[in-house]
């Protein structure tokens, strides 16, 4: 981004109560140091975030400001700046008005001359261009977004089985990509970032390697490459992620970051030997799509205000369980996101650390120092922490950590492996831990899963047979419209884009502590619960049927309804 003279800009940041002195001077210093724009690097450091700084750089210009996320592209627009022009220049128009021959584009430099006399060049004198002001990340996106992401996988394959060189492919920045086989892996990479993907699988086969994306908790086959390429390809990733490429017979497992649309993207890699070879799987980490705020996390209004007064509790234990992949890590990051200020010492043992945030203390478990989650917490309690996060309670000796930071005066929050939330009390009991210890100690326990949105775009009503009715627990007499989705480009012709999560949250109130101090069964528990108003995931599931947001078949995919009919 463009920045207006570092001091004075700084100083307008500090009146506006945006970043303090000291953030400043070490902006400053790290300026002198790399030469880049103070707005970057204060981005880059984490004192504000891009659209704060997209918006504070716009009044200091005298420009108007722009949020690409929630623009609609104009196809005819998009074709007056064709896409190498748009990805060279990082720019991206907006909207064309006729009348005036004024083109809006979005810029992240609008003083750069150079970029100015180009864009005039191409559209010609009789168009004006009109600027405004737009984060760098977000432009980066736009561009894939608006004119399609696509990369020239075919050509690169053409050009390694060929020798002719694929001048589409090498369109990119980077110097590295000047090797086939590098742009080849790095296409692949990019691809499922760009599609939403959280884990890429390269599983070979006799004669064929089967590439797999995940995609909304769903794997989905994306191309299949002759099994030739698999030595290379592997070796690629092997480098990448720091493992021994001579090693081809033990599991390992490493870890590599990459530059994608202008964000660092973190991928987490296993390798495991099965029949047909080396099987290797990647874990994506994109920081800026998993840490959410709590508000955005979808849940309904009456769990979220069960989560806000668990959270207003000064000591005690608060959990979320479910099944891996169930968006437990999403839901604690974007609690302690919420708590995080500097008035707080947030510290956290993770195994291992996924996503960094700022000012959290954040270690990860290593047991070849002795150091897991129990030893965490233990030296832990000696940095003076206010609230406490256990990546997980698996055993007697952390579930009793735990309990203990509790009861010392701090707020703990961890996950546990039980399918609903009720289900972590007989848990913890299994674990050693007494029943009166727990209902002192325990605020509450959130449950969640995570289910596939219905696509906005091509979603259509139909009306619901008798076995939804009865599911759905209404009347056969009553009108009922559910939706389905029938599949377009936005979502890949699959009628769904997007995850939610369908949470329930047991709030531990005084009669529910007396409960569970007598160590009575899970039912009467449940009882209880539901008499104070506690909504089951199956409830909160049904609940988005309802309302459209989901369908029926993808509920019964996650949680079982089959004692409703």
């Not at 256990?390 to 007697?396: F, H, K, L, S, Y």
């Not at 995570?450 to 009715?469: G, I, M, P």
């Not at 009922?480 to 029938?486: E, I, M």
Request: charged share 25%; with cysteine; hydrophobic share 40%.
């Amino acid at each position: 981004m463009a920045t207006p003279k570092a001091p004075l800009f700084g100083e307008q940041l500090i009146r506006q109560g945006l970043i303090t002195k000291d953030q400043l001077r070490i902006a400053l210093t790290e300026q002198r140091k790399s030469g880049k724009q103070l707005g970057r690097i204060l981005v880059e450091l984490g004192f504000l975030s891009e659209a704060v700084m997209r918006d504070a750089l716009g009044q200091a210009f005298g420009r108007e400001s722009i949020d690409l996320t929630s623009l609609v592209p104009d196809p005819d627009t998009l074709k007056k700046i064709p896409r190498n022009l748009a990805r060279r220049f990082n720019v991206v128009p907006i909207s064309f008005n006729e009348e005036s021959q004024t083109l809006t584009v979005a810029m992240s430099d609008i003083y750069n001359l150079i970029v100015l006399d180009r864009l005039h060049a191409q559209l010609g004198s009789g168009i004006e261009i009109k600027q405004v002001l737009a984060g760098e990340t977000e432009i980066n996106d736009a561009i894939d977004q608006f004119y399609g992401y696509e990369l020239s996988v075919d050509g690169i394959l053409h050009e390694i089985e060929t020798g002719q060189i694929d001048y589409e492919s090498l369109q990119s920045d980077e110097a590295e990509y000047s090797q086939p086989l590098v742009r080849l892996v790095n296409s692949i990479l990019s691809d499922a970032v760009k599609r939403r993907s959280s884990d890429i699988h390269f599983e070979p086969e006799d004669g064929f390697i089967r590439i797999r994306y995940r995609i909304d908790g769903v794997m989905r086959q994306i191309r299949s490459l002759h099994k030739n390429y698999w030595s290379a390809i592997a070796v690629r990733l092997k480098v990448m992620s720091g493992m021994n490429i001579a090693e081809n017979r033990a599991p390992q497992d490493g870890r590599f970051s990459l530059t994608i649309s202008g964000r660092q993207v973190d991928f987490r890699v296993s390798c495991l030997i099965t029949t047909h070879g080396e099987n290797i799987v990647l874990r994506i980490l994109d920081r800026d799509k998993a840490i959410l705020k709590i508000n955005q996390l979808g849940i309904s209004d009456q769990a979220l205000q069960s989560l806000q007064l668990m959270m207003a509790r000064p000591e005690g234990v608060i959990l979320v369980t479910g099944p891996t992949g169930s968006g437990k890590t999403t839901t604690l990051y974007s609690i302690l996101s919420h708590l995080n200020s500097e008035a707080v010492n947030i510290m956290t043992m993770e195994d291992p650390v996924e996503y960094p945030l700022p000012m959290i203390r954040q270690t990860s478990v290593n047991e070849s120092v002795n150091l897991g989650f129990a030893n965490g917490v233990r030296n832990m309690m000696r940095q003076d922490p206010d609230v406490i996060l256990v990546g997980e309670i698996r055993d007697r000796e952390t579930a009793a950590m735990a309990l203990e930071a509790a009861m010392t005066g701090h707020q703990v929050y961890s996950t546990l492996h039980t399918n609903s939330a009720i289900g972590a009390i007989p848990r913890l009991i299994d674990l050693g831990v007494l029943p009166g210890t727990m209902s002192d100690n325990i605020i509450g326990i959130a449950a969640q899963r995570l289910v596939r949105k219905l696509c906005q775009f091509c979603k259509t009503s139909y009306e619901a047979n008798d076995l939804e009715r009865k599911l759905l627990g209404v009347d056969s007499d009553q009108p009922l419209s559910l939706y389905k989705g029938v599949g377009c480009t936005r979502c890949e012709q699959h009628g769904y884009h997007g995850r939610i999560a369908l949470v329930e949250v047991l709030r531990i109130t005084r009669p529910l502590r007396d409960l569970i101090a007598k160590d009575v069964p899970t039912g009467e528990l449940l009882k209880k619960a539901s008499s104070e108003g506690f909504v089951s995931l199956s409830d909160d599931g049904l609940r988005r049927v309802k309302e459209g947001t989901t369908t029926l078949e993808e509920v019964t995919r996650v949680i079982d309804l089959t004692g409703r009919i």
